[in-house]
């Protein structure tokens, strides 16, 4: 193993154990499997359970287990869309602390102190403090307070029964089914922390960055596309939210306009604070990119005057630089396309394609609201406004 070889996702208490177990060795995707497991645990107990107490399908109660959207948005979709999610997460992540060294990024005087910083990383997923705290944080709401499986406890559903006690099929969701999906979003958050603080040290290391590199963030842009990898914890919240708002224009009678500041404030937090951690690195792009201007500033004066002398009064400079040895017009356009690009350098390693495929991660799953949000008509009407 190298020092800047890194797996935020291949390590932990739970990760060995499925190693001990053999899981790891069997043939075919253990990310599939182990989804389908999950969803087994959580949902098929609450089938059975349901249709035992006959609120499985509409007609005893009016909210029966089959039209929870909530329910069903977390156990069926988030829940295995996060399990799914981590493997293709984990490879681009892992290529992208591969890169630090790769690229150059890190100076020959600073690779041990940057394998420290790894090796740092690598003990803070390998502890068994983080997760044990993430299972306890999961088991809280169970533990100090009586199940609660809805925002609408005014409607009767598959998880009272009619004294408003909850069913076996209500204490199965809250002492497995919800802990079980906690659990996994923690593991995530607490994946998405080891990243933040790597970061956070890498930016202190003393990186060897090229302001007029062209992917226009000092030769840091991959971490932009590295970052979007988290955009599966919006996309799992927003199908959680989704569930819920479902519930509440079929339960309730709230409409899409009920919840437009919710979802919009939803959209644009989640994509702020999943990229927020980029900022991190804004100090030496700041850095670099502000000595880079002021050395090329002077380089370009010293360019300009050569090409003065030289096309107005036929005398060429015996110190010019090197780069403008012959001072024609393409030699001082090469130098203001550099130093343009230099100039538009970002001191955050994202781009706008970045910053919109986290947007329409958290908004991809709210789209279903419209349809259910709206009546047809409504739909129809506010659809020919638009285009007639």
């Known amino acids: 193993m190298t020092i ?16 001990r177990l053999g899981l790891l060795h069997t043939r075919g995707a253990l990310a599939p499997r182990m989804a389908l497991a999950m969803m087994a645990l959580a949902w098929l107990p609450l089938v059975a359970l349901s249709a ?61 102190k940057f394998g420290a910083i790894v090796t740092r990383a690598r003990r803070l997923r390998d502890s068994h403090v983080p997760e044990l705290l993430c299972l306890v944080f999961a088991l809280v709401p169970a533990l100090l307070s009586h199940p609660v499986l809805t925002e609408l406890p005014d409607v009767s559903g598959w998880h009272t029964t009619a004294d408003g006690t909850p069913t076996a099929a209500a204490r199965w969701a809250w002492w497995v089914a919800m802990p079980l999906f906690r659990f996994v979003c923690f593991v995530w958050l607490w994946r998405f922390l080891i990243w933040t603080l790597l970061l956070a040290r890498i930016a202190h290391l003393g990186l060897d960055l090229r302001p007029p590199h062209p992917d226009g963030a000092g030769g840091l842009g991959f971490l932009g596309f590295a970052q979007q990898r988290f955009s599966a914890l919006s996309l799992a919240g927003g199908v959680v939210l989704s569930g819920s708002c479902i519930n509440h224009f079929i339960y309730s009678g709230q409409t899409l306009l009920d919840v437009r500041y919710l979802l919009a404030a939803y959209v644009v937090g989640t994509t702020i604070v999943l990229m927020a951690p980029l900022l991190l690195l804004a100090p030496p792009l700041i850095r670099a990119k502000r000595h880079a201007l002021a050395k090329y500033s002077a380089l370009g004066h010293r360019a300009i005057r050569s090409f003065d002398l030289c096309w107005k009064k036929g005398q060429m400079e015996d110190d010019a630089p090197s780069l403008l040895d012959s001072p024609q017009p393409s030699a001082l356009a090469d130098f203001s396309s550099v130093y343009a690009s230099l100039s538009a350098m970002s001191v955050v390693p994202v781009t706008r394609w970045n910053v919109l495929w986290m947007l329409q991660a958290a908004a991809l ?12 008509d409504d739909l129809v009407k506010k659809l020919a406004s638009v285009l007639l």
Request: aromatic share 6%; glycine share 8%; net charge positive.
């Open 365 to 376: 799953p709210l789209l279903p609201l419209i349809f259910f949000g709206m009546s047809v």
């Open 52 to 112: 035992r107490d006959g609120a499985l399908l509409p007609g005893s109660v009016r909210m029966p287990l089959l039209a929870d959207a909530s329910v069903y948005a977390r156990l069926m979709l988030a829940l295995p869309l996060l399990v799914l999610a981590a493997g293709p997460a984990d490879r681009l992540l892992r290529s992208a602390i591969r890169q630090f060294g790769r690229a150059g990024l890190v100076p020959d005087d600073k690779r041990s």
């Open 4 to 19: 800047d070889d890194l797996s935020l996702m291949r390590g932990g208490p739970v990760y060995r154990a499925l190693h």
